[in-house]
């Protein structure tokens, strides 16, 4: 019996894709913890979750528990559960950044901050997994109930500020600056004038060195991607606006979904963004572990947490020949963990699992997440490399965005995703920033290619190829 005999396909459900390497993946597929669960108000919960190639496959009858449950609450319009949920979300993100100074300040490969680093990180996931499975149907389905178009609950729901909404505010405020002393259009003219001008001005420089302190890790997520530094922060700063955080007053019997909805986003939104936070502040230190394993960093990104805590524990190094960061299947069986990247394996896998998808079709259709229209030139990121590639006015298409992405969506004159729901990241950040946007098209990113010129239709949901 081969290990690909261990998956009963019928028991699982495809949810979307995010590119990941093995040690991320872990998080997704070891994520549950039952005492953190009921705690949130899940019970008798064990969601297992496969991850194949990077695409995420949820068990079915985890999935549905998590759906019914949180159906229940908002039917019942049940207040406590949600504060409760919004409280205990947290006191998990205040636990894990916490954890920054010792990370930061640790110059030993010290096992034992390693495993609570790893424990930490993976009870972040329990609110942001929890999130995850709010599906439209949900929102669309108690919106038909109170007779109410699902488009004025979203345009009614406010967004509860998150580290990325504070970066950005922070960013505008930076702009303003460098705009009164006529220095923005002279960044644009002569970098290096410009770059010796503001070093002049303590005022703004100091405000530009605290905001790099701060939000270094913006763009960086899943362990990896690209770090913000002083060059990229000051040449994109033009592109900074206004968020459109204005929203319609919610009417009395759509008070409550609104909050819930907002609430469920913000913890969804920060339990990546911590996440994101913490591990690039903890690169140093993760750099120190590899080492130890006798690893590189990208390799130690190779192993499961599992692998690496048992490697780390008994002092043997770890092989990771024929390892690849996106080309496998994780999954847990009996509680153990089960890698596969044997070709054969993986294949049955794939024909048994990914969905099957008509690519015939010359219009792409989704969910319209963010009204408007948009014509641009298509550039496809799968994984947050080669951020260089996009310009101003292209459109981004992605399997899914997380908050990696965020320098190339504020370049961005459209966005289209092949998963994602009305309250995903993509959907999310592109109504803040009033960006149009479609979402769970399933398909985008296999028919359209780098350098297509595409009409974006977002009040309709439609993408068209332009010949």
């Known amino acids: 019996m081969s290990r690909a005999d261990l998956i009963n396909p019928e028991e699982w459900e495809y949810y979307g894709q995010w590119i990941q390497p093995p040690l991320s993946a872990s998080f997704w597929v070891d994520w549950h913890d039952e005492e953190l669960c009921q705690e949130i108000g899940f019970k008798n919960l064990d969601c297992k979750i496969l991850i194949i190639d990077g695409h995420t496959i949820p068990s079915k009858k985890g999935w549905k528990i998590i759906k019914d449950r949180l159906a229940k609450a908002i039917d019942e319009q049940d207040e406590e559960f949600f504060n409760n949920y919004m409280e205990v979300s947290e006191k998990v993100f205040n636990n894990h950044l916490k954890l920054i100074p010792k ?27 929890l999130t995850c499975m709010l599906t439209d149907d949900l929102i669309i389905n108690y919106s038909k109930k109170i007779k109410v178009p699902y488009t004025e609950i979203l345009n009614s729901t406010p967004m509860i500020e998150t580290p990325m909404i504070t970066e950005h505010k922070e960013s505008l405020k930076i702009k303003k600056l460098l705009e009164e002393k006529g220095l923005l259009d002279l960044i644009r003219k002569d970098y290096d004038k410009a770059l010796e001008e503001i070093k002049k001005d303590k005022i703004i420089w100091d405000k530009i060195e605290k905001h790099l302190e ?28 206004e968020l ?33 936070k913490v591990s690039f502040k903890a690169n140093n230190f993760l750099t120190l572990i590899a080492k130890k394993l006798g690893l590189t960093y990208k390799e130690l990104l190779l192993l499961t947490f599992r692998e690496a805590i048992n490697h780390l524990e008994n002092n043997t190094k ?47 259709k989704g969910i319209p997440a963010c009204e408007g229209k948009a014509k641009g030139i298509v550039k496809i990121f799968s994984v947050p490399e080669n951020m260089d590639k996009m310009n101003e006015g292209d459109v981004l298409v992605s399997p899914m965005t997380t908050p990696d992405f965020i320098p190339m969506m504020k370049k961005a004159s459209a966005i289209v995703t092949d998963v994602g729901g009305l309250l995903s990241h993509p959907a999310i950040v592109s109504r803040e920033m ?29 993408v068209r190829k332009i010949e």
């Not at 028919?447 to 439609?462: F, M, R």
Request: a negative charge.
């Open 434 to 462: 009033n960006i149009p946007c479609i979402v769970g098209t399933k398909i985008a990113t296999k028919i359209l290619k780098d350098g297509d010129l595409v009409e974006v239709d977002a009040n309709k949901g439609v």
């Open 214 to 241: 701060e939000f270094d890790w913006v763009g960086f997520h899943h362990f990896w991607g690209e770090t913000l530094t002083l060059d990229k922060f000051l040449k994109e700063l033009h592109k900074v606006e």
């Open 244 to 276: 459109h955080s204005k929203k319609n007053k919610p009417s009395e019997n759509t008070r409550f979904i609104t909050k819930a909805a907002s609430e469920l986003a913000y913890i969804r939104q920060k339990s990546a963004e911590i996440f994101s």
């Open 103 to 129: 990370v930061k300040e640790c110059q030993e490969a010290n096992t034992n901050l390693f495993k609570e680093f790893i424990f930490s990180s993976r009870d972040i996931m329990v609110p942001w997994l």
């Open 318 to 364: 770890p092989n990771i020949k024929n390892r690849e960061r996106d080309d496998f299947c994780l999954f847990l069986h009996n509680d153990k963990e089960i890698l596969i990247n044997n070709p054969e394996e993986l294949s049955k896998l794939r024909k048994s699992l990914m969905p099957k998808e008509d690519l015939s079709d010359k219009e792409i």
